[in-house]
């Protein structure tokens, strides 16, 4: 089973279907998860003595875990898993972003996201000031790069 207590799952099957919940509980051997608010059943309990009066009961019932889908805490979107090793730990990967899925990896990945999101932007403010200071200079830079290295240079990450 790809699906742990603690995870976000939509249902992408059944009566609960478009439903997204907190993974309360799972039985990998019966396939089933227990989610938050979701499918829930009134039971009717009858009275045993004085103290309990029994009545209507809800309660989550547990669910096939192939009618949910992890969501990924990263992206937010439904996805597939895939399986990966990280030193020496067996992580699931989230297929649309690649982000790992246990929470102990979830809090580096995102740290790294934030990381490379900060060095991209940077780049391109200086990317931007570089542009508007000196437009022809930078032109006749990338041409001279071009005639010397066919290969692109990295003129786009100075200004760290
Ligand atoms: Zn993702």
Same mark, same amino acid.
């Given at each position: /089973?790809?699906?742990?207590? $603690? &995870?976000?799952?939509? %249902? ?14 799972? +039985?990998?051997? @019966? ?8 499918? /829930? ?6 009275? #045993? +003595?004085?103290? &309990?009066? $029994? ?8 669910? !096939?875990?192939?009618? %949910?889908? %992890?969501?990924?805490?990263?992206? $937010?979107?439904? @996805?597939?898993?895939?399986?990966? !090793? ?15 899925? &246990? ?13 490379? !999101? ?6 391109? #403010?200086? !990317?931007?000031?570089?542009?508007? &200071? ?11 790069? %071009? ?9 786009? +990450?100075?200004?760290?």
């Amino acid at each position: /089973m790809n699906i742990k207590k $603690g &995870d976000n799952v939509l %249902v992408i099957a059944g009566k609960e279907k478009g439903k997204v919940g907190k993974v309360l509980q799972t +039985s990998p051997k @019966t396939g089933k998860v227990t989610v938050e608010s979701i499918n /829930m059943v009134t039971k009717h309990k009858k009275p #045993k +003595s004085q103290q &309990d009066k $029994g009545g209507i009961i809800k309660k989550v019932a547990p669910m !096939e875990a192939s009618n %949910v889908m %992890v969501v990924c805490p990263n992206c $937010g979107k439904a @996805t597939r898993i895939s399986h990966k !090793e990280v030193d020496g730990k067996k992580v699931r990967i989230c297929k649309k972003c690649g982000a790992s899925l &246990d929470k102990e990896h979830v809090k580096t990945v995102k740290k790294e996201a934030k990381k490379a !999101e900060k060095a991209e932007k940077t780049a391109k #403010k200086a !990317e931007n000031t570089q542009k508007t &200071d000196a437009k022809v200079e930078t032109k006749a830079t990338e041409e001279k790069a %071009v005639k010397t290295a066919p290969k692109k240079s990295k003129t786009t +990450s100075q200004g760290k």
